[in-house]
């Protein structure tokens, strides 16, 4: 036991400790077993259109073909590392057709064991496949499917240095990582009944489960009356016996952990079944602990809620600050083990019995205060309360110490009494599937990023691509598969694109002169300098439809329509209200009809969208307030341009709108009638996002390839005013305004109306992935 | 004669009319004869380096091998269009070796007959030879070599569509074109002897010269005693005889055209040497006129006078608004001749006698009053007072009409008979390549755009590639050469480069992070969000030389570097201070060496620089400022970034910085001693650049572009901190500051010290040009 390691608690006194404390990367992998809709185990191939299981970095089977494990990369914070692990759930949900996840660490109906399937690898996993089926006779191929979560943690480089320095370590930065990891496990092993009491999820599994006995080998019905955690239990996932593991220096871990695996007591290290294992980077330096405890919560889409893994990571800095009393022998070992038994199996026993590590036997509630206390104290110490996401964790759980009856692992309990073990996770899980579908533009944990890098990295996450953000602010991320990677900023600014066509669409004036020259109608005009030269022009737009407005328009400041333009004196004001607010002027012809977005990838169109302003559709019974409310329902539509659709507002500004066409909030709109609250079309003030991809003439998406190619475009959000999309394209029917070179690709999969037009995932077929 | 546009003159009551009045679009042609340095024709072929003379739209050969010919694109101002004439000679000086470009139209020293080389144009050109051949025959190869300048003019579009408007023109627009122009050839036919008077250039050739006689076949010297322009006048550059044309309608001019051709008088109808053409686009319709009336002025360096261009454009205008008195008829026409003819062979006499239209012998002095006097009434009407360009010009004519010993062709005259012809042309040639020399850095009438971007537009102009200004405040560009199009802006933002590799060395965080992970060393750090958090990592930094700055740095604001951080309070302040000026910080190690650029293209470092601040090196007798004021006559030294360099000021931030060096302005600094006036090394505040390429250890070289490989980067500035360039680079010797994606060219080819390294040449090389 190093004395410097023991007492690093004398550092929390230290700001710069204090402000790093809460600095860690964490990962999640958990396994859901795939169910049909009835809530049998599902007896399908893992979906082929999650990726190749064998190489997908986040999707993949475990055990069983019909066991899908979820598994995020190494990420900076609990949010984050929450968030891509729901995201999993929603992205696997989506693409699951009819089955379901099965929300419970506890199986599912299961066929007849011989047909329950092990994970199919092809010919590179053969080994795996092998190593599957030894496990499967040793522990029964139902035991393999108990289903779990695995919660990887490691310090931040930079809290491990401070620590480092702090405590004038006199090792190396190995050593000392060495000692800091082993004092974690070694307080988490004998702390872990905590978690087990908080946190177990599996109280009762079906009537119809019998699994392999580990002693017997015959097959038996699992369950005790009062059990929090079958999974966790002696019964559950577990080796044959307690092995004991010398967790005193990494030395004598790996050479115990050798020894079993010599002596045939396992087949390989990693059939080990810790609570909590060490892991190692390729070079053997430690790389983070992996704890094994936590079951499904089923009442979480994503299996754990937020607030755990906060408190999972407060409980691991807990463990490495809390001094040692002694040395963490065999007999404490036996202590620990016996004290998680006895919990999975009894947990839900108020009067349940622990043992202190003297061998004194103490009630569950003593050990709780005490060790509630014992955290408590060092969150103080350690100024994490300054963090609510902790502090709201500790509290929540706080709670449940002192009202033992609000643990989940009861509520599950009751609902099965109620529902059935079986159908109450069916509805869990049919209920997460919708809850999955309604957010499916939403990338969690990661929702600051624009809705159309959000939706890249879901498509990313489906394929297997990998993705790091290089600048958040700026939705700058990479993107990897083998030895490709690309770089991409607000999802359509790409490699693709070369610098000068991007350079042409940012010019308006530039981009209006390459088409027009190469025959594509533009709204046709002259930019002047100077106001004299404008105003002695109207000779020149006498008679015509013209727009005057500044060079750079800003929100439509400036711009003055003259539709028949036969007033000299109205034309030279309007120039110069545009001089007002610029230095340079454009008088265009005016170009009449809707717009419309093309989305052009590799000149094909792939998305053609328009937008109408704020509107409600009477049913000649409800008030347009009341038709609002009900709009405002859709899950697309939110506030503050996190959601495809923004909420319509009821504020002065469609008060005003309405009082022009003689209505209020309260006027009924006849059935059908269309009732719009705003004049402007943007999606920010409520608007509609219609999809017309297969309805609009053909011509007009050839004009927007043909522009794209002109430009030598590869990706661009053209803008076109057209008269009528149902009639062919004419020499003068359509005008193309603007080619924007970072279109968002949101409103072109999430649209109001129409179909998921996919941009994220095309564009991931356009970069090559 | 039409009435309407007889009477256009009326219009000009229009201010429609006088805003545009001076709108038009302006061409010049020019042939040089090229000469060696005693002033003989040069019998070398075309100069190779400048490009296929056949497909050069800009630079060409004239009758002989030995005269070039210059073109200009149609530009839509006198002053780009002269810009771009003194351009063509700049490059085409700089690119003669020992060669020169005779000044003057009148031939140098030619050899005999038989060695004037007709100009050669290989299989492609044989028509064009064979027809050069007839004309040496004809007219004698002597004849060929007289010089001249074309003035090619028409209206600008803008400008006819008002004229059309304002007469009610009942016609087509096609008819009143024809109609426009013609009557501006008629009236510049009845006038042009003004412009032989003004713009003679050529009033005594080389007493060497002998010309082929076109009435006798024999070879005959040239001159009259007191010729303006023997190059006009019937002995020159002119059909055998005086060939009439019918210029009353564009049918009977081209009908007048073709009896002269199918009667055998002349070749071809371009060997019809009238003093005005007019010009047809491939379609019949007309193009513009050309003027063939100007001799080069051999006072300038290109050979025409800005004012003069100016004052032909006035004289141009002057006969479209001119009222026709009666049709042109022969009579007209042979008096019109004739006053031509003695004006080019007479007109130094003052007491020369004209003819009016009515047959009456007019003194010139009378003439010239007359027709300043209508020009004077027509520049009143027209509003081209407000224009200070064209009022000069005609006050400039006015002088010369005023004073005719002012003019050029006396002058020329005077310095023949003081130097002698040849020494006299001589000269001036010599002192124009030196000029030219000088302002390699520039494209004259176009200054106004970036160094970078004029000087890659001169390379363009040397190889015969064409281009346009698509967007002029912003240099883009577009450059052409058969179906080969490049769209550039700022020289070097273009097409070779993705967009996602100019968005990574756009973004200064996302460039380090991707060198830093392969390998390539970059100021290592670590950026913070948050004060606290980064005012609690002193630890961390702690007794390292580091930099404290914000994110986004603006002219080094709020940036401490701290050489030994062993003071937490003082970091804390500096962390402190840099918040102030942005929510984002970087803390980055401390990178000891001096800056270079490295400029890169396609992974080869093609210029290496180093700038240092302004100073001066001492002689131990001159002061500082008198230092100073030679340093900046360098021509490469301006104010206001028009040239490479800045001049050194003297200012309050120089003599305060020479203060705490204990000197003032009027201090001697020692023989070799080097002063510093400045801190920055800033280009801008007169620092000085040197170019390294050579010297410099190839290792960095290596790295610079290892790093542009590593962001797939085509074009790139990178800066470079580097101890000590002579040592090969380690692994902490340098460090990459950034990396610009629109590097300046100029300051690699116009350094202080070091040669020009022609990276306007590399980039069109890298471009495919």
């Not at 699994?211 to 059990?227: N, V």
């Not at 400041?557 to 230095?583: P, S």
């Amino acid at each position: 036991m190093n004395h410097l390691i023991n007492n690093i608690a004398k550092t929390l006194a230290c700001d710069s400790i204090k402000a790093s404390i809460t600095d860690g990367v964490f990962g999640i992998e958990k396994e859901n077993v795939r169910v049909d809709e009835v809530g049998r185990m599902a007896n399908t191939p893992h979906p082929g259109i999650l990726g190749d299981k064998f190489r997908h970095p986040f999707i993949t089977t475990d055990f069983s073909e019909s066991q899908v494990e979820m598994i995020t990369p190494p990420l900076t914070s609990i949010a984050e590392v929450h968030g891509f692990l729901e995201t999993l759930n929603d992205v696997i949900s989506e693409n699951l057709g009819d089955e379901l996840l099965w929300p419970q660490s506890l199986p599912p109906l299961l066929p007849d064991e011989e047909q329950i399937p092990i994970a199919k690898f092809g010919e590179e996993g053969i080994h795996k496949e092998k190593y599957r089926e030894e496990l499967a006779n040793k522990y029964g191929k139902e035991r393999q499917m108990l289903s779990g979560i695995h919660f990887n943690f490691s310090l931040s480089d930079r809290l491990e240095r401070k620590l480092c320095k702090a405590i004038k370590w006199d090792g190396n930065q190995d050593n000392f990582r060495e000692a800091l990891y082993l004092k974690m496990i070694r307080n988490f092993m004998r702390y872990r009944w905590l978690l087990v009491w908080l946190f177990g999820e599996s109280p009762e599994a079906d009537p119809s489960l019998k699994m392999k006995s580990l002693r017997t080998g015959e097959k038996m019905k699992m369950g005790c009356r009062k059990a929090v955690s079958i999974r966790t239990s002696s019964a559950g996932y577990r080796n044959a016996e307690e092995y004991f593991v010398d967790f005193n220096c990494l030395a004598s871990y790996k050479e115990s952990v050798k020894n079993l695996v010599d002596s045939g007591k396992l087949l390989l290290d990693e059939e080990l079944y810790l609570p909590i294992r060490l892991k190692f980077e390729p070079n053997s330096q430690i790389s983070h602990v992996e704890v094994r405890i936590l079951d499904l919560d089923p009442f979480e889409k994503s299996g754990v809620s937020k607030i755990s893994l906060y408190f999972m990571h407060l409980f691991m800095l807990y463990c490495l600050f809390k001094e040692e009393e002694d040395k963490y022998s065999e007999t404490e070992q036996k202590i620990a083990a016996k004290n998680h038994d006895w919990v999975a199996c009894s947990g839900l026993n108020p009067e349940l019995l622990l043992k202190d590590f003297n061998g004194n036997n103490i009630r569950i509630d003593k050990m709780l205060q005490h060790i509630l206390s014992d955290i408590k104290n060092f969150v103080q110490l350690s100024g994490i309360t300054d963090n609510k996401n902790y502090l709201d964790a500790l509290n929540k759980n706080e709670d449940l110490i002192l009202n033992p009856d609000k643990r989940s692992s009861l509520k599950v309990k009751q609902q099965i009494e109620e529902e059935g073990f079986i159908n109450f996770h069916l509805n869990l899980a049919k209920k997460y599937k919708t809850e999955s579908e309604m957010s499916g533009f939403r990338f969690h944990g990661f929702e600051d990023l624009e809705l159309s890098s959000q939706l890249l990295m879901k498509a990313a996450l489906r394929r297997g691509v990998e993705f790091k953000i290089l600048d958040r602010s700026e939705n700058f991320i990479s993107l990897h598969r083998g030895d490709k990677t690309e770089y991409v900023m607000q999802a359509t600014r790409t490699s693709l694109d070369n610098y000068s066509s991007v350079l042409m669409m940012e010019n308006k004036l530039v981009t209006k002169k390459i088409l027009e020259k190469a025959g594509i109608r533009v709204p046709c005009g002259l930019d002047y300098m100077n106001a004299k030269q404008a105003r002695s022009d109207f000779d020149l737009f006498e008679g015509k439809g013209i727009v005057i407005k500044p060079k750079s328009t800003n929100f439509g400041l400036g711009i003055t329509i003259l539709k028949e333009n036969n007033n000299e004196e109205v034309f030279k004001r309007a120039v110069d209200i545009a001089f007002e607010h610029d230095n340079s002027i454009l008088i265009e012809e005016f170009v009449a009809g809707k717009e419309y977005r093309f989305f052009v990838i590799n000149e094909k169109v792939t998305g053609v969208l328009h937008r109408v302003p704020a509107n409600v559709k009477g049913d000649g019974v409800k008030t347009i307030r009341e038709l609002v409310t009900e709009k405002n329902k859709d899950s697309l539509r939110g506030r503050g341009y996190r959601t495809p659709l923004e909420k319509i507002r009821l504020e002065e500004a469609e008060a005003m709108f309405l009082e022009d066409q003689n209505l209020n909030f309260e006027s009924v709109p006849a059935k059908d009638e269309i009732v719009y609250l705003r004049e402007n079309s943007n999606i920010s003030t409520g608007g509609d996002s219609i999809d017309f991809t297969d309805e609009i003439h053909p011509s007009y998406k050839e004009i927007a390839a043909k522009s794209a190619k002109i430009l030598g475009v590869r990706i661009t959000g053209l803008d076109m005013m057209i008269e009528d999309i149902s009639k062919p394209a004419t020499d003068h029917n359509y005008a193309i305004i603007e080619m924007n070179f970072n279109p968002a690709i949101h409103i072109h999969c999430y649209p109001y109306q129409g179909q998921n037009r996919k941009l994220n995932e095309k564009i991931l077929d356009a970069l090559g992935f």
